[in-house]
């Protein structure tokens, strides 16, 4: 089973990603935002060994990005993203997955 949400919201910043689910994070902190959601989310992922799938798109139309929860058994942290190079040489976390796409 799979749960993806996608949506037209600004892009994660790298200081973000690479943050994510390891300490409380937001980009929308002007707003009253805490980070605690993506902190509850990542140990509810790890509980149940689901994967969280985040896929950043070049053309933001009619999508910006896409979070996918897969049930998949997996744990993984996955990043698919047209800013592969950039993600890929300053994102230093170990657990995480970055693909390329066009």
Known sequence: YEITIKDNGCEFSIDTLQ???LQSV???KDTGG???GFLTTFKTLKDCNASIIITEYKAQNPYSK???FSFD???SFII???RYN???EQITRTDVT???IE
Do not use: E, P, R
């Open 66 to 68: 896409s979070i996918a």
């Open 34 to 36: 805490t980070g605690m």
């Open 26 to 28: 937001t980009t929308h």
């Open 98 to 100: 970055i693909n390329s």
């Open 73 to 75: 058994g997996n744990s």
């Open 80 to 82: 698919n993203s047209y």
């Open 19 to 21: 943050k994510l689910g």
């Open 86 to 88: 950039q993600l890929k």
